[in-house]
């Protein structure tokens, strides 16, 4: 009887051990890791991902391989990457171990759409009270694409919108001329000049 | 009821009449890996170096201490002379911390984590006297369970995007499982039934991944979970007391 409890003591103790060392052999896969610097910002936005962070407990890391989000790669643990358009893209990094095992982490980087440019002129270059005025904003632009809308304030309570528009002023002074443009990209930017006409009695006080 | 009871103590009379109550407490050291634990703890360490790295950053936040020894509790009695059979309750504790501040162009980015893991085994136990009065092996198996503190306050520079953060939160995860263990003890008699000694033990816990409500504990992040491995070494400190019926 002796005997025998010390035997099933023993088994059972083996067993234990054996089944509580099971883990300690098995092989650990990598922990991928990485920074963004800096994770947001305008485009044309130069991102450095630095994937050095990444360790392995049992191992040593032999690949990084990235995915930009927008269509790119990397190799390396430190990559730097241009994103030349606003947009949410998503960054991952797969790492690989010397045993062939690998993580993933993802991550985010918010690039925000450049502002458009807004320009204009108007012809005459004097105008005189009553005189048609063109006011031209065609010269503007957007880096992120077309400009969708045109909005004017002429400075005297009137606006109107277009690329091209005609304005007359029936009192003479300096008018704030606001022009405000949207690209398709929702983009919105603002541009004032003052308008000097001629005669009259004037209106605007700077 | 009553005279179930009685059949009982009537059944047992023979064997418990002169038989040898034992009881006895210690202390115990536990050694554990908590694989999955120190994994998350090795990726906030790295996240902590990194921030710390950088020359714009000023304040000192301590690395985690790897989750290993643990500290713990032990009280059981058993019954029976050369093979005794008794229950026993184990208790075990494991902490780490850590707690400091970052300042980032003048903004303070305060950092406070702490993991605390605590183990209630009950248990059924089985001592088998090699050497009476000096020598005995056990085993004991029942249930254990475990409750993870998780605790998590942690800012860093808002410029940098980090692809992964330890979650910011305060909960108990908790989990229950099968647990057993065989043990050895030497004990030095000191008389009057009492007896110190020391002893030595292997537990296995399979307590799989924690939950806090229907959430895993998966603070990696990588939706796999962390499991409380709670195996392993333990040694132990021991009192006996000793009560012949």
């Given at each position: 009887m002796k005997w025998k409890t010390l035997a099933l003591i023993g088994a059972v103790s083996l067993a234990l051990f054996l089944t509580g060392c099971m883990d300690k052999f098995q092989m650990k896969p990598p922990e991928a890791l990485f920074a963004l610097r800096p994770a947001e910002?305008?485009?044309?936005?130069?991102?450095?991902?630095?994937?050095?962070?990444?360790?392995?407990?049992?191992?040593?890391?032999?690949?990084?391989?990235?995915?930009?989000?927008d269509g790119s790669r990397g190799l390396g643990p430190i990559v730097s990457h241009t994103y030349e358009t606003g947009g949410t893209y998503r960054v991952v990094l797969e790492v690989f171990d010397d045993q062939g095992l690998s993580?993933?982490?993802?991550?985010?980087?918010?690039?925000?759409?450049?502002?458009?440019?807004?320009?204009?002129?108007?012809?005459?270059?004097?105008?005189?009270?009553?005189?048609?005025?063109?006011?031209?904003?065609?010269?503007?632009?957007?880096?992120?694409g077309d400009i969708v809308e045109y909005r004017w304030s002429f400075g005297d309570g009137e606006w109107?919108?277009?690329?091209?528009?005609?304005?007359?002023?029936?009192?003479?002074?300096?008018?704030?001329?606001?022009?405000?443009?949207?690209?398709d990209a929702g983009q919105q930017a603002t541009l004032t000049q003052v308008v000097e006409i001629q005669g009259g009695p004037g209106c605007y006080t700077p | 009821?009553?005279?179930?009871?009685?059949?009982?103590?009537?059944?047992?009379?023979?064997?418990?009449?002169?038989?040898?109550?034992?009881?006895?407490?210690?202390?115990?050291?536990?050694?554990?890996?908590?694989?999955?634990?120190?994994?998350?703890?090795?990726?906030?360490?790295?996240?902590?170096?990194?921030?710390?790295?950088?020359?714009?950053?000023?304040?000192?936040?301590s690395p985690l201490a790897p989750l290993r020894n643990g500290v713990g509790l032990v009280l059981g009695?058993?019954?029976?002379?050369?093979?005794?059979?008794?229950?026993?309750?184990?208790?075990?504790?494991?902490?780490?911390?850590?707690?400091?501040?970052?300042?980032?162009?003048?903004?303070?980015?305060?950092?406070?984590?702490?993991?605390?893991?605590?183990?209630?085994?009950?248990?059924?136990?089985?001592?088998?006297?090699?050497?009476?009065?000096?020598?005995?092996?056990?085993?004991?198996?029942?249930?254990?369970?475990?409750?993870?503190?998780?605790?998590?306050?942690?800012?860093?520079?808002?410029?940098?995007?980090l692809a992964w953060q330890p979650q910011l939160m305060e909960t108990t995860f908790r989990a229950t499982g099968p647990v057993g263990e065989v043990s050895a003890r030497v004990l030095l008699p000191v008389g009057f039934g009492l007896s110190f000694g020391v002893e030595a033990g292997f537990r296995l816990a399979d307590l799989g991944v924690p939950r806090a409500g229907d959430t895993p504990l998966d603070l990696d992040g990588n939706g796999e979970g962390e499991k409380l491995e709670l195996t392993g070494l333990w040694l132990g400190i021991c009192v006996k007391l000793a009560f012949a019926l």
């Open positions: 910002g305008t485009a044309p936005l130069t991102v450095t991902c630095d994937g050095s962070l990444s360790f392995d407990e049992d191992g040593k890391i032999v690949e990084y391989i990235w995915d930009f989000g993580d993933r982490r993802e991550t985010q980087v918010r690039v925000d759409f450049p502002p458009p440019v807004p320009r204009f002129s108007y012809t005459p270059w004097r105008p005189g009270t009553g005189e048609p005025i063109r006011f031209d904003a065609t010269a503007s632009e957007s880096p992120n109107d919108t277009g690329a091209v528009v005609e304005h007359r002023y029936w009192y003479g002074g300096g008018y704030p001329v606001t022009l405000t443009v949207i690209d | 009821m009553v005279k179930k009871t009685t059949l009982v103590v009537l059944l047992l009379s023979p064997w418990v009449l002169g038989a040898t109550l034992t009881v006895d407490s210690g202390a115990q050291l536990s050694l554990v890996s908590l694989t999955d634990l120190n994994e998350f703890i090795s990726l906030v360490n790295q996240v902590i170096a990194a921030v710390e790295d950088r020359p714009d950053v000023e304040g000192e936040v009695e058993a019954l029976g002379d050369g093979i005794a059979f008794g229950a026993r309750v184990a208790l075990g504790s494991w902490e780490s911390a850590t707690t400091g501040v970052w300042t980032y162009e003048g903004v303070e980015c305060p950092v406070s984590l702490s993991l605390r893991a605590e183990l209630l085994a009950v248990e059924g136990q089985l001592r088998f006297e090699v050497v009476p009065g000096l020598l005995s092996l056990g085993m004991a198996a029942g249930w254990g369970m475990v409750n993870l503190d998780y605790s998590c306050s942690f800012e860093t520079p808002p410029d940098w995007g």
